[in-house]
């Protein structure tokens, strides 16, 4: 399906987002399995405990996958030293500068694919040696930037050579038809999968998506420093005046943020507890396993594409 399937070796040209308690080795291993690229969260995770994740999914799947690097949470040489031990290949990144990983990785025969807010900061990737970039819109779930889908993929398209993975906003093969009409090779996605059966999360989450509108999260955290698409309930009402005291910065927002999103993922509690999913959250209907997702998502790409009538 072109050069990101070919680079990476993978079936479909479609990734795993990097969910913070939710892309776990159950999930990473079923999206693989499924010819995708699952891709292993590492944000709050010590790296011994980063390493038995890795041998967990190599015991059940000997197709690609990769991890993501929050740069934000400080420990990344340890996260990066214990990942190319385990001989990791790909790798995404998040919340931070990630320039100063791209050499080592390369040195051990990897690939990296940072996220990026901006067409300004693809391009800063691409000079700087990325072999592809993510490019995320302010729809998606989880941390998010002010460009939308639409508007950045385009962009970025236009002024780099290298890959260009779309995110945020796509639960369906006409967002993935789309994103590939703006320019994109490949798409990212999260809320969809967080509605899998395999997801190893609470019951009780999956249906918050399967609940929820396009009108049902907002964005809270700018002033802060770390803006996040959350579900409005008591925690984001929580999270809000956390962002709205003058005093609270990067890390007493995320020091709230990620272990609500934990005991939410863990625990079922989605009223006192940070939610997050995208905005396209309303296109989800049921509960499904990962590879018919996956398979779903381009049978009816393909049926979008042939029904296209740009003159009518």
């Known amino acids: 399906m072109g050069r990101v399937t070919e680079m990476l070796g993978i079936k479909y040209p479609i990734f795993c987002g990097a969910m913070g308690g939710i892309s776990k080795p159950e999930l990473v291993i079923a999206v693989s399995e499924a010819g995708g690229m699952g891709i292993l969260a590492t944000a709050g995770i010590n790296p011994e405990a980063v390493r038995q994740d890795v041998r967990k999914i190599k015991e059940k799947t000997n197709k690609p996958f990769g991890a993501n690097i929050a740069i934000i949470s400080g420990n990344v040489e340890a996260v990066l030293t214990v990942l190319l031990e385990e001989g990791v ?164 927002i995320e020091g709230y943020t990620i272990p609500s999103l934990i005991r939410a993922a863990n625990e079922g509690d989605v009223e006192n507890e940070i939610v997050t999913y995208g905005q396209i959250a309303g296109l989800i209907h049921e509960i499904k396993p990962v590879k018919q997702i996956i398979e779903d998502l381009f049978s009816e790409a393909e049926e979008v594409v042939k029904n296209l009538d740009i003159n009518r």
């Open 89 to 252: 290949k790909f790798f995404t990144t998040g919340a931070g500068n990630p320039i100063p990983l791209i050499a080592p990785i390369h040195k051990a025969g990897g690939k990296i694919f940072p996220v990026v807010p901006s067409a300004r900061v693809a391009k800063k990737m691409e000079e700087s040696g990325a072999d592809g970039v993510v490019v995320e819109g302010t729809e998606a779930g989880g941390h998010v930037g002010e460009a939308t889908t639409m508007t950045l993929t385009r962009q970025a398209a236009e002024i780099v050579d290298i890959p260009v993975i779309c995110a945020g906003g796509i639960a369906d093969g006409h967002g993935i038809v789309a994103a590939y009409a703006l320019g994109a090779d490949g798409v990212q996605l999260g809320t969809i999968f967080v509605a899998s059966k395999e997801a190893p999360i609470h019951d009780n989450y999956k249906q918050a998506i399967l609940n929820a509108t396009d009108t049902s999260t907002m964005v809270s955290g700018r002033r802060a420093g770390g803006p996040i698409r959350i579900e409005r309930n008591l925690a984001s009402r929580k999270h809000i005046e956390i962002d709205q005291d003058l005093k609270a910065g990067v890390k007493e």
